[in-house]
């Protein structure tokens, strides 16, 4: 059968569940790049990091004997991507599932073509059942959703590499893709599924996963969380292979309450996949809870925010930071999203807007599930406000983090 695999952003070969299912079906596959509509809409070092991962992502599919197509112009183009199913005789299109509003409705479109069509939700870590919108509703906080699903965490075993069986189409639709490394890329954070598994391998060679809970919140050292969010993001890390190392960490070295504290970071992500799924266009509409600034004033207070201007020295190292890298930590985003919305009077979603397009590590369902969170109209009840003095009091204590970034707001 002639098939396509549609991207976005599923950019590995390796323990990928979605060319495991289309080459064992003995399939011939095209492989087809178009920005997602988020991903239309990044820019600075999300844009980069996106970019020369496509390139490695590229390179990797020359090398197994494909290659990547796509539009000439960088836009979720619908009719450029009917086009091609059509000239290419195209039977059927395999395509990785996302929860996001936007996302859905162009799986809505699309189902329209008639071909047949293969969504596979293979970058979650529980079975479908997990998705009943009515066991979401019964499990009004986080902790009994997450008691109820952990042990059916799923850790598959590793795919078969690609073993490629491969269409070719036009020359004319090769994803034009630019060889010179862009500007903003991250210094730690590689773009590539290599650097994603090096990254995810060094971190559990050592004893860092034995004290996770403990050095989390930490500003300073890189190898205080993972980091492995940026790969997770753009799917150059599969979440099972981060499960899959650290089930084998607990076995080798025990299991204590840092490595438990990292699962239960990974049912997080799983649980706003599920909260997006389960609210729609409801999670994008929920009005903001807390008394907003008059429009003028609050666009001024959010054009300071994004700049680090506010004069709270926490929150504007915080967002110095991110505009400068495209990173920032939990402790940081959990603080600017409560100053923004609980203390500045901004809508959430103003805010929830700029870290999608800024963002490295931007996942539609975990960004906007955590500020629905933090802003206090997410499915959780709970609303906590935080204190940027009291929190830099406890968490930058010398002041080392924000010093460092105020002054390089200043160069
Ligand atoms: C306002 C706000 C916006 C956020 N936007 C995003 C986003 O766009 N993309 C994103 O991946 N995370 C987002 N997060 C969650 C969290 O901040 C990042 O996942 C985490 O900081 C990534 O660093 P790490 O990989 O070192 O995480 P670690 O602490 O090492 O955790 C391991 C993994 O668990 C997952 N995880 C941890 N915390 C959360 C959480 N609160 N929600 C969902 N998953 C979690 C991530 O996949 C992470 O890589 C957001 C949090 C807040 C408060």
Same mark, same amino acid.
């Given at each position: ?20 299912? #289309? ?42 004997? #494909? ?14 991507? %009917?086009?091609?199913?059509? %000239? ?18 162009? $799986? ?9 069509? @293969?969504?596979?939700? +293979? ?10 919108? $009515?066991?979401?509703?019964?499990? %009004? ?8 699903? $952990? ?10 590499? *690609? +073993? ?5 189409? !036009? ?10 490394? /862009?500007? &903003? ?18 971190? &559990? ?13 930490? *500003? ?9 969010? /940026?790969?997770?993001?753009? !799917? *150059? ?39 997006? #799924? ?12 807390? /008394? ?15 700049? !680090? ?47 999608? @397009? ?22 959780? /009840? ?9 929190? #830099? ?17 200043? @160069?």
């Amino acid at each position: 059968m002639r098939t396509l695999w549609w991207i976005s952003e599923d950019l590995r070969l390796r323990d990928n569940a979605l060319i495991d299912r #289309a080459t064992r079906a003995g399939d011939q596959l095209v492989v087809v790049w178009t920005p997602s509509p988020s991903q239309d809409r990044a820019f600075l070092f999300r844009k980069a990091h996106l970019e020369a991962s496509l390139w490695t992502f590229s390179k990797s599919l020359r090398e197994a004997g #494909a290659n990547l197509y796509g539009s000439r112009v960088f836009c979720p183009s619908q009719s450029w991507m %009917k086009n091609f199913i059509f %000239k290419n005789q195209i039977e059927k299109v395999y395509r990785t599932r996302s929860w996001g509003a936007e996302e859905l409705h162009l $799986e809505y479109l699309a189902s329209t073509w008639k071909i047949e069509w @293969e969504w596979v939700d +293979q970058n979650s870590l529980l079975p479908m059942e997990s998705y009943d919108p $009515e066991r979401l509703r019964t499990d %009004k906080v986080f902790t009994d959703w997450r008691r109820r699903w $952990e042990k059916s965490l799923l850790v598959p075993s590793e795919p078969q590499l *690609l +073993q490629g069986n491969f269409l070719s189409a !036009g020359e004319e639709d090769l994803l034009p893709l630019d060889e010179t490394k /862009p500007q &903003f890329l991250h210094p730690r954070i590689a773009s590539s599924e290599s650097g994603a598994k090096e990254a995810l391998e060094s971190y &559990f060679q050592g004893d860092l996963a034995s004290s996770y809970k403990l050095t989390r919140n930490g *500003l300073i050292r890189w190898e205080d969380s993972t980091k492995l969010s /940026p790969y997770l993001a753009l !799917g *150059l890390l599969s979440p099972h292979s981060v499960l899959r190392l650290l089930n084998q960490y607990e076995k080798d070295r025990g299991t204590n309450e840092s490595t438990e504290h990292l699962r239960m970071e990974l049912m997080w992500r799983e649980y706003f996949r599920r909260i997006m #799924a389960l609210k729609g266009v409801a999670l994008f509409a929920a009005a903001p809870r807390y /008394p907003l600034a008059e429009d003028v004033l609050a666009l001024d207070l959010f054009c300071r925010w994004k700049a !680090g201007e506010t004069g709270v020295d926490f929150i504007d190292a915080h967002m110095t930071e991110l505009r400068l890298t495209g990173w920032m930590s939990n402790r940081g985003r959990q603080n600017v999203a409560s100053y923004l919305t609980k203390s500045l009077g901004v809508d959430w979603r103003w805010g929830a807007k700029y870290f999608e @397009e800024v963002l490295i590590d931007y996942d539609v369902h975990s960004n906007w599930g955590n500020w629905a969170y933090l802003a206090g109209v997410g499915q959780d /009840p709970r609303d906590r406000v935080f204190n940027p003095v009291a929190q #830099a009091a406890r968490y930058d204590p010398e002041g080392i983090y924000t010093s460092y970034w105020l002054r390089k707001r200043r @160069e």
